[in-house]
DNA sequence: CTGTTAGCGCATTCAG
DNA sequence: CTGAATGCGCTAACAG
């Protein structure tokens, strides 16, 4: 059995409320009280216990982190800003996957609830309103961050989709090409920030009076990819377009693949580029020119966010957070 | 504020031993008490606080988690097995990321030991025995996962990776190749795995009559792929290999880079195999043969393994659990 | 079947 | 500066 303060307590000869002072160093204790106490908790190997702390200061230090999927790539990265600046601050994590079933998210969100978390992070690609009420009601300040989905009534990190688009486009104006077309997820597009990016590419088209075309994939996976190929090779091979923006690197990625199987070369007769940023991005031949999103950044600030209103008691302010993205120039794009 | 067991007791008009009855389903309780707790639970939405429960049953019903670094591929293919099965088993994950610091990782032991998790999982591409010894000390139960290490001494989940290494050096010799070379990890390799999976190439070859050949890799990055490829470059051009099987995916991937970059086409000039069985290989243009590891297997099985030994309340068995492995047959292998 | 009591390990009044 | 006493929210004897 581990050692408790009272053991403590005992062998420094002084009762258990100097023993908490010195610990917590709350309350002047003599040195000479304090010098026994620290030797009793060296020679017993003394450690507080943390769940009874817990339960008189009302102070868990931990947070709890719901996400759709750890394996995915962009989740992993999120939460290790969220790992590593949660301890900065000294609390741990909690961590629970719910593989995209709403219902089990409502049952996390209570099994923490209990678990006393602090505070909630929300890293998903799907959208649970429901969640994000019930965490209101039961007043468990939380932080939503959502890749896809926009979010309004909840504070929550981002970047600026439009923005992102409209940069890359003008990337690839600036490179010469007059034909690219904008390869979109067709999904939800009303409430996904898929109508921000396309905002942005339009906008820089526009702005050179060029015109936009938008192509819409069903999907992500190489079978949508497929598709999207089968739709437009003929315009490809027309060289009705010089390049390519993907809505997302794992697509863009899946494209060039698809062309690489027809014959076509990515860039020499198609540019390409994606969205992300993620490792596969700089791993593929040829490297994939893309949007860089700060996945790091993105948990470092929402768990920033989220425990600096904890801290102060103050409650948490529902805006959205941008973060800035950075255009990664690599081999997938070719200057005309 | 959440309402308590005393809320609940003053509603329903009975004991808080009633109603921690009812919700515990410990002892016999009237329907009419029944029927009035359950009802006061309702209204008053309580949910017991599992700190305070915790700190008189002594149970946490958490594990720790200390990992390498989340945002690796096959730490959170791991983590997806511990998460899944651990919350079958009714317990949550604390995470922590150690980034390889052994130091950090102590102090996480500590911290975790604090806050009274049940067992502690190790996802780690390094070695430390000094938090082995620690754990040992301080009795917390623990498994270890180490894709890289042998581990002896401590409870553990692996392959067999001679086994493994043998059947993919069969299955090349089997379509036909017999100038197999081996690309193996030179560091650490007395204590690594890769004295076994060079073992296995070897007795498969042999057993063949073939020559083995062991090129050796001074790490998994690109520059390494590319100091490998200069080293051996002659030699692929004299047709000298007709196959490559590389130690990790992530080597093979930025080895087949180098090829192509300098002409050599995989698999018609040259055929290369991985290892690993990780997102990217199957992605990657030529799709990757490699030897799956069931990443996910063995994160479920260890935690299997810690929690029936703390559900039994006896000392965990310090063996070493193997999974099978899988020859997935891609293609970055041709017959010959 | 039920209520009273003790106590888990600790922080925090409140006297001294 | 220090100790005794109280209670955080809950479970588990114990007595009825």
Chains 1, 2 share one sequence.
Do not use: W
Request: glycine share 4%; aromatic share 6%; charged share 30%.
């Amino acid at each position: 059995m581990a050692s408790t303060i009272k053991d403590v307590a005992k062998m420094a000869d002084v009762s258990i409320s100097t023993v908490s002072r010195v610990i917590n160093d709350s309350k002047p204790v003599s040195p000479e009280a304090r010098r026994r106490v620290l030797h009793a908790i060296e020679v017993l190997d003394y450690k507080p216990n943390e769940v009874a702390r817990s339960l008189v200061t009302k102070k868990s230090n931990i947070i709890g982190v719901i996400v759709n999927d750890i394996g995915n790539g962009y989740v992993s990265q999120v939460l290790r800003g969220v790992e590593e600046i949660g301890r900065m601050f000294n609390y741990d994590i909690l961590l629970s996957s719910s593989y995209g079933d709403l219902e089990v998210e409502m049952k996390f969100a209570n099994l923490f609830s209990q678990k006393q978390v602090e505070g909630i992070i929300l890293i998903s690609d799907i959208l649970n309103e429901r969640l994000m009420y019930k965490l209101d009601q039961i007043k468990i300040p939380y932080v939503v961050i959502n890749r896809f989905y926009t979010i309004d009534q909840a504070a929550t990190v981002s970047i600026n989709n439009k923005n992102a688009t409209y940069k890359m486009t003008q990337y690839l104006i600036d490179e010469g090409h007059e034909k690219i077309g904008y390869v979109a997820l067709r999904k939800d597009m009303d409430r996904t920030n898929e109508t921000y990016k396309i905002k942005g590419y339009r906008e820089a088209m526009q702005q050179n009076d060029l015109k936009a075309k938008i192509i819409y994939a069903e999907g992500l996976d190489q079978e949508a990819a497929e598709d999207v190929i089968e739709d437009i090779i003929e315009d490809i091979e027309d060289k009705r377009y010089t390049a390519l923006f993907c809505t997302q690197d794992i697509l863009a990625i899946h494209l060039m693949n698809e062309l690489s199987d027809r014959g076509i070369r990515v860039p020499d007769d198609i540019s390409i580029c994606g969205f992300g940023g993620t490792e596969l991005s700089e791993i593929i031949r040829p490297s994939l020119t893309t949007v860089k999103e700060p996945f790091y950044d993105i948990g470092a600030v929402a768990v920033r966010k989220l425990l600096k209103s904890v801290e102060a008691k103050q409650e948490l302010k529902r805006d959205t957070v941008f973060l800035p993205v950075e255009i990664i120039k690599r081999n997938s794009v070719k200057t005309i």
